[in-house]
């Protein structure tokens, strides 16, 4: 990936599964990525819109529901078609999150051109609950494909 | 979706939405129309009971706030400082000087995230004919813009003094676990300053939306105090003769299980619903607005009282520009107090809370035990008192605008729901609409 690349893991670190996307963030901090913005997000819509770069890749790591398996990573590419609402929790309990984040985003045509989500299913979103182990390996694996990549 | 109705059959029809978008939580509506008449509307909240009044016996009362706080994750705020003056009443304790500003200065935080949510992303795509935000930001992008910075301001105001913006976790009983330093919040002021502009751009900008002509009789109900607009303190008064204090709220209004809801409706006891939010601290307490705000709302068209459901979303509007002006105001005052929080020791005892959660008031009652622990806990939410007026006010509207085709219909009432910004999980928790007319049925489906 030559474009400037930001990442931004979302979560909330306190709520077990939750915090998979601030795993990614943390873990990736820990490796030398220095053309790398690596950002941490609690998944509120003003606060994201802030947070998405104007130009370059945008990459978003989030926790979403178990479709099939715990700590299995999903990848979607959301430069040109929308995230399915479904998948992806809602922070916002007036239904305004992450999905919502990428289309305002890109109604008022300040979504970079390439836009890739990553959705680590989890199982556990129990406040005060640390990361499932398949998670917290699916994390990692995630961690290290990204590096690679980047 | 097809307009099966024929208006002027004279028959009977049914208007159903079975979930209404752009609320919170899960609700549905159902209008029955006889003859031109409206026979029933019913709005119905089928979201799960939480039990949070019950789980709450025998955790110690430190942990009211951030209990309380995960009802609603647009209000904790308000959840968290209901449960905190309820707890140091109860404990022979009262917050004063700069921790009781910091309260306020939170609360500002909240108003403008909520409000600004509410007003530009929620409600105007009602008034403007889109069905989302997203939709509208296509053809409004710097009325959007704008209010996301707005929205943002508030929520650094949380994020700053409640330790992050969904779900602050800094606000305990006796004020906080940690207070801002003058620097910390001199950058805060920085960023408020511009949100004076943006909020009167707000008060404009709705002041010029298309307002249907609906006015209602209201009884507002509110807190007032006698020198500021209302965030924490204060009597209990409506324009139809109450003012009391908030020990006696079990004695004024009274709570109702009704069978299409999971929510309890509230009245005034032996009088009827009545109508709690920015409208009745409005009507209330406009004598309370800086100059600055009531020339706005003056030049935005409202008078002292505003009794057209459907121009609440002026009023938000006014609210916000006072809470950006009256955040300026404590934080231009501050000074750092010694210790973040009042000392308390444990007592057996009762205390009451009502504070004004941006959709109106929200009361606690606790009875604590003699080591601290929850005997009984009581929370009544802002949204649970105003579904008996949303009803009334709907009943009102169908019955004034009978000859809107079903499609028309169903968005209009959708609008005059969402005028409350009704946070239904608070409530209990997404609106269906059915409208029933002479035996035709209509209903959404999402």
Known sequence: MKAKTTIIGIGNANCGDDAAGCFVAEALRERDLPTVQILSASGEVADLLEKFPSAGVLILVDAMAEVTECGRIHRMDTSADALPTEAFSRYSTHGMGLPEAIEMARALGRLPSTVIVYGIEGRNFQPGDPLSPEVEQGGARLVDQLVEAL | ?446
């Open chain 2, 1 to 446: 979706m097809a307009d099966k109705t024929d208006n002027s059959s004279g028959k009977s029809r049914t208007i159903k939405v079975d979930y209404m978008a752009r609320v919170e939580g899960e609700s549905g509506l159902d209008i029955t129309i006889l003859n031109d008449r409206v026979e029933d509307v019913k709005l119905r909240i089928f979201e799960p009971p939480r039990f949070f009044e019950g789980f709450m016996r025998g955790r110690k009362f430190a942990d009211a706030p951030d209990i309380t706080a995960r009802i609603c994750g647009i209000c904790p705020v308000a959840y968290q400082m209901s449960s905190a003056h309820a707890m140091e009443q109860a404990l022979g304790v009262s917050v004063g000087g700069p921790l009781r500003e910091l309260r306020r200065l939170i609360y500002c935080g909240e108003w403008i995230e909520s409000h600004v949510l509410h007003v530009y992303l929620l409600h105007t795509p009602d008034f403007l004919g889109y069905q989302d935000a997203m939709s509208m930001a296509k053809d409004y992008p710097d009325v959007v813009e704008k209010g996301l910075r707005l929205k943002k301001t508030g929520n650094e105001i949380v994020q700053l003094l409640g330790g992050r913006e969904i779900h602050p976790i800094n606000v305990k009983v006796g004020g906080f676990y940690k207070v801002p330093t003058k620097q910390e919040l001199g950058k805060l002021r920085d960023k408020l300053e511009p949100c004076l502009d943006l909020a009167r751009e707000m008060i404009e900008f709705t002041s010029r939306l298309d307002f249907p002509d609906f006015r209602q009789d209201y009884e507002f109900i509110s807190l007032r105090h006698k020198e500021e607009y209302p965030f924490n303190e204060g009597r209990l008064v409506s324009n139809k003769g109450l003012d009391f204090d908030i020990a006696h709220f079990d004695e004024y209004i009274v709570e109702e299980h009704v069978p299409h809801s999971t929510s309890l409706h509230a009245n005034v006891r032996t009088r009827g619903s009545y109508l709690v939010g920015p409208m009745a601290r409005y009507h209330n307490c406009y004598d309370k607005l800086s100059d600055d705000a009531r020339a706005l709302a003056t030049a935005a068209g409202l008078g002292k009282t505003c009794d057209n459901p459907f121009q609440s979303i002026v009023v938000r509007a006014v609210e916000t520009y006072r809470a950006v002006e009256e955040a300026i105001r404590i934080i231009d005052a501050y000074e750092m107090p010694g210790q973040p929080s009042v000392d308390i020791e444990p007592r057996a005892g009762v205390g009451y809370g009502c504070t004004e959660a941006p959709r109106g008031i929200l009361y606690h009652r606790y009875e604590l035990d003699d080591e601290g622990l929850i005997k009984d806990a009581v929370i009544v939410p802002p949204t649970s008192q105003n579904q008996g007026r949303m009803e009334a006010d709907l009943r009102s509207f169908v019955a004034g605008n009978l000859g809107l085709t079903n499609d028309d219909l169903q968005w209009k009432c959708e609008q005059a729901v969402r005028n409350y910004d009704p946070c239904i999980s608070c409530s209990c928790h997404f609106l269906k609409v059915k409208i029933d007319r002479d035996g035709e049925i209509y209903e959404n489906r999402p």
